[in-house]
């Protein structure tokens, strides 16, 4: 059975032509190799309704107003308890994957693809929420290489160990500085490798003495077997850091952000609240420990949509 397909304008030309050549219906179908049915149907939609007349630019345009009408209505127009799941995820800032997945886990006979989410927000179907409001980069992708100074590493990332590289335990970390605007403080950021667990802290200035103060506040008194940064000179006391944390610093190859995925990654879940030129000096820890909450409370794919937080625990308990 040969499959159905629409006229065509070049078809339709064609038709109109036909038509007036005096050609029959029958005839017109033959030269086009279509029905007398299909032929006759398209003269009885697309024809002037007061003048009878065929115009194939006409036709084809009526075609197309009625092809963009007879769309299904989105998902979301039609359950409710779906559209109030995922608008109350959405606030909590999860990306669509997660939501799809963690909606598919209870709902696997009216199950969502993560494509439908976004089609729906793109398309403004759920209330108060938007892809520059609550997704991570906000419908588009940029990623700006900052100028860096080069410091003198005693390891590199390649004589990292296995475990480390590995992420086969709690406890090696990756560290990185999120800057705000000129002179307007930053942020220090650590995360977990295993657990993708993250930690924070709130800075004035990026110099070498404040960062190993943070280093030592935040860390002291936690389990670090290794700590992976990058060259920036802010990290310059990283030998004082490896004495007060009894720990061991690698530094990836300059100009390499993809040595650390984990910390880069994290940087972007934090740039969603604290965009660049963000003032750090208004910024409070008790905000930012709510804006790790929220991260660190999120399901992830790679933890088998466990969150960080959950993942940590059972961990730290087995």
Request: glycine share 6%.
């Amino acid at each position: 059975m040969q499959s159905y397909t629409h006229f065509t304008l070049e078809e339709r030309e064609s038709l109109r032509i036909l038509l007036e050549s005096g050609k029959s219906l029958r005839s017109i179908a033959e030269t086009l190799g279509r029905s007398p049915s299909s032929v006759s149907r398209e003269l009885r939609r697309n024809c002037n309704k007061t003048t009878k007349a065929y115009n194939s630019w006409g036709a084809t345009s009526s075609y197309l107003r009625r092809r963009k009408r007879c769309r299904r209505p989105s998902r979301f127009a039609l359950d409710e308890e779906l559209l109030a799941f995922t608008k109350e995820r959405l606030e909590w800032y999860w990306p669509p994957e997660t939501i799809a997945q963690k909606w598919n886990e209870t709902n696997s006979d009216a199950r969502v693809s993560h494509t439908t989410i976004y089609r729906a927000l793109r398309n403004g179907l759920i209330p108060a929420c938007s892809v520059k409001k609550n997704l991570r980069r906000r419908g588009w992708h940029r990623y700006t290489r900052g100028d860096t100074t080069t410091i003198k590493p005693e390891r590199l990332i390649a004589q990292r160990c296995a475990v480390a590289n590995d992420r086969l335990r709690l406890g090696d970390l990756e560290g990185d500085l999120i800057l705000g605007g000129t002179g307007k403080g930053c942020l220090l950021v650590f995360v977990d490798r295993k657990s993708r667990y993250v930690m924070a802290r709130v800075l004035l200035d990026k110099s070498a003495a404040t960062v190993r103060t943070a280093f030592r506040h935040e860390l002291s008194g936690k389990t670090v077997h290794t700590i992976t940064l990058d060259n920036g000179s802010e990290f310059a006391a990283f030998r004082e850091i490896e004495r007060d944390l009894n720990t061991e610093i690698y530094f990836c190859n300059p100009r390499s952000p993809w040595q650390r995925g984990t910390i880069e990654n994290q940087n972007g879940l934090l740039r969603f609240f604290f965009q660049k030129g963000c003032d750090f000096r208004t910024v409070s820890q008790a905000e930012v420990d709510h804006v790790l909450s929220l991260i660190n409370l999120r399901p992830r794919k790679c933890l088998g949509w466990l969150s960080p937080s959950d993942f940590f625990l059972a961990k730290c308990c087995t």
